[in-house]
């Protein structure tokens, strides 16, 4: 399938690369397809998350430990069940990151730790998990 990415341009992805997120995202509940996709050439630490529904819907992501952080949260049995998910090692944590401002001089990151995605990799399933309350644990720790 070829896909439009706004910053890499056409992209040629075979279907079995193609991740489902059956409820879609929140706001975004019409794309149901998406596929990991990087820049060629360079070591990917930031992944676009591109919907193969819509090609003006284009996430950011890394993992939590880009940011030294070592996170855990529950799932509930639904979520288990929606992911395909038989092994807790079968999950990838991934964290949506955006530009935060516009101003080159005080610009940074802001990363949505309340939102993570979780993706079955070997089912191809995820779901984006919305943490309501802070009930998950985040371990900061000095890099380096």
């Known amino acids: 399938m070829r896909i439009e990415n706004p910053m890499l341009g056409a992209i040629e992805v075979s279907d079995d690369k193609v991740i489902e997120f059956p409820a879609g995202l929140p706001g975004f509940e019409n794309c149901h397809r998406f596929v ?3 820049e060629e050439g360079r070591e990917a630490t930031v992944f676009q998350l591109q919907s193969a529904d819509d090609p003006d819907v284009v996430f950011s992501l890394t993992g939590p430990e880009q940011f030294g952080i070592s996170y855990e949260f529950a799932l509930s ?8 998910l038989a092994r807790p090692e079968d999950a990838l944590v991934a964290i949506i990151v955006r530009k ?7 610009a940074g990151l802001r990363a949505n730790f309340m939102a993570p995605l ?3 990799v ?6 984006q998990k919305v943490i309501n309350k802070l009930g998950c644990d985040i371990l900061l720790r000095a890099q380096g």
């Open 118 to 120: 979780v993706i079955n």
């Open 122 to 127: 070997g089912a191809r399933r995820g779901l």
């Open 77 to 84: 049995d639904e979520e288990v069940d929606a992911l395909q």
């Open 36 to 38: 990991l996709v990087h």
């Open 100 to 106: 935060d401002g516009d101003d080159p001089a005080t």
